[in-house]
């Protein structure tokens, strides 16, 4: 069984920047593609960005050129770097596989506040 967790979530001003971290387990890691997704009050959960195995990243167009996907196969962990935060960022960020996310595999999340 997969198992998701998320960590490196907190209390930003905008303008700032975060790194998000996602630690996998129960999967084969390395040939899968893995994805960042967030969930808005009041939105639907949704895609932010993601990585293929052979590392080639795709972004949402809300973030394109402020977010950054990584990942780092020897330690089974995906990483979104999260740049130029603005407040309609605020929420509350999972990783998952991707583009089509396990649905019983979602972890607790990490919540990213983002302060004007």
């Known amino acids: 069984q997969v198992q998701l967790v998320e960590s490196g979530g907190g209390l930003v001003q905008a303008g700032g920047s975060l790194t998000l971290s996602c630690t996998v387990s129960?999967?084969?890691?390395?040939?899968?593609?893995w994805g960042w997704y967030r969930q808005r009050p009041g939105l639907p959960r949704d895609w932010v960005a993601r990585i293929s195995p052979n590392y080639a990243a795709y972004y949402h167009g809300s973030v394109m050129g402020r977010f950054s996907i990584s990942r780092d196969n020897a330690e089974n962990t995906v990483y979104l770097r999260m740049n130029n935060l603005k407040s309609d960022d605020s929420g509350l960020y999972f990783c998952?596989?991707?583009?089509?996310?396990?649905?019983?595999?979602w972890g607790q999340g990490t919540r990213l506040t983002v302060s004007s």
């Open positions: 998952n596989s991707a583009p089509a996310p396990n649905k019983d595999g």
């Open positions: 129960g999967s084969n890691f390395r040939t899968n593609m």
